[in-house]
């Protein structure tokens, strides 16, 4: 008769064991031993003189840092998804017989580890079919108060050359009157200190040199020419991605 084995492990079974469950293991019992040493010290802290007591808050309020770190916090992975819009306004400034330019660009980013898409719904160029290449790039600020100029320089948080800087979107063909356009992999970001999230989108009248037009501008912004339409981007409740983008 063969031995009941139901009460074994098979030999796969450690080798198997999820490693994020010691590791929340290990974390519990140093919560609890830090818990416990600082309950301890806080007690005798009150028995003791102000000086004593002082030193023995430091080292709690060191005690409750490292606490504070070993609790579960949420990963990128667990983040909620963020939606933006930018609602396109044409210049304050523009030159006659320049295109006046409305509609929104849309973003969504699923979480921090995943790339920003964004989608681009803008209209009022010439139903010319020849029209030129459009570029379209994030800007240092969302201020609108002097219309497109006081959206600053490119959004350049790497001191890096145009067009490596993150909101660098390049150049978008018009067709129809139209610029319908839908970017999956960007490298700007709605998450973190490096966020595009109140930064300035603009519009501009040129196609975006990329950098190789040979001149210091070429470098800066692509020598992408005067600012057509620009918006700044804000946090949505995403109902407009949804609705609008037809991937979603």
Not at 117 to 126: R, T
Not at 148 to 158: L, R, V
């Amino acid at each position: 008769m063969a031995p009941d084995t139901g009460n074994q492990a098979s030999p796969g079974t450690f080798r198997s064991l999820n490693i994020s469950a010691v590791a929340n293991m290990y974390s519990s019992a140093m919560q609890l031993l830090l818990l416990s040493g600082i309950l301890t010290l806080e007690t005798q802290a009150q028995a003791m003189g102000f000086s004593n007591s002082k030193t023995i808050k430091g080292v709690t309020d060191g005690f409750k840092e490292v606490l504070l770190k070993l609790r579960p916090q949420a990963t990128s992975q667990q983040s909620s998804e963020l939606y933006a819009v930018c609602h396109m306004q044409p210049s304050l400034e523009l030159a006659a017989g320049q295109p006046s330019v409305t509609g929104y660009v849309l973003f969504y980013q699923r979480r921090p580890a995943d790339k920003l898409q964004a989608y681009f719904q803008l209209s009022g160029f010439p139903q010319d079919p020849d029209q030129p290449l459009r570029a379209i790039h994030v800007h240092q600020f969302g201020d609108l108060s002097g219309g497109c100029t006081s959206t600053g320089p490119h959004y350049n948080p790497y001191g890096v050359n145009h067009p490596h800087h993150p909101g660098d979107f390049n150049n978008f063909q018009v067709r129809d009157g139209k610029i319908l356009e839908h970017l999956t992999e960007l490298r700007a970001t709605l998450y973190g200190a490096e966020s595009i999230l109140g930064r300035g989108v603009v519009l501009h009248a040129h196609e975006d040199d990329l950098g190789l037009g040979g001149n210091p501008a070429s470098l800066q912004n692509g020598n992408s020419g005067p600012r057509l339409a620009c918006c700044t981007i804000g946090l949505s409740n995403g109902s407009l991605w949804k609705k609008t983008v037809p991937s979603a």
